[in-house]
């Protein structure tokens, strides 16, 4: 059983973005969760780290997220800046950094519907790929709920597609966790992300963000080709999620450049 969480443990106050820190609104934001066999993730991160598991039905189960979004006014956090607007998709594992005990994430890696790639992914040297986002969503207002949500990504690293629906009668259910706020603060507000860089060599950032105002959502259809493609969730279990968390918008900063560590304490 994961052990009891309160957000008010978690929640800091922003630190103050310098140098070349970013600001950016995240619209139509989705948690898409699976729970599978923590088995199957052997070998993805460093020994350093270890997988963040759940217990369900007496078997250790590892959660891994499809994250899909907007960045509206994505801009400098601290200069005059232009605002740029692009369609973006994470892949990410629950960890635990068994150097610091923080529970973070491990990034499988990041599609970007921008020309603005070249930064990250040239630049820095991240896990970014190219892809054509298209979504298709319509929110109520008055409800706060979406009436649609697609997102289809085309990719040949990782195509996507993915239709969610919202109602009145979802519920937020999270077995293998004690309740409902425990739930929540592990998979909405890890703050540390590390990933192996395109020349392999591990890499980390940080950002930061309010408590998320997510709600309840349920799957239509799903059809996520890089967890197929690694043998992590097959089509048939990408229909059946953990969870599914919305919110329409919400505000991140993300701390940059990018830290490289060294390979000595990479574990």
Known sequence: MQSSRKFKDYLTARPKPTGI???????????ITYAVPAERFAGLFPKRFLLDTIELNGEQMALISVVPFIDVDFTSAVFPFPKFTMGQTNYRIYIIDGETGERCVWFLGTTLDSWTLAVPRYLWNLPWHAGNIRFDCIFDESTGLYQQYRMETRSQWAAASVELSQSDSDSLNFPGFPDTESALVYLTHPLAGFYYRRDKKLGTYRVWHDELRVKPGQLKSANFKL??????????????????LIEPINEFTI????TVINELNAG
């Open 227 to 244: 967890l197929s493609d690694l043998n992590l969730v097959n089509i048939q279990e990408q229909q059946s999620p953990y969870s599914i």
């Open 21 to 31: 820190d970013v600001l950016c609104g995240l619209k139509h934001f989705a948690i």
């Open 255 to 258: 701390y940059l450049p990018p």
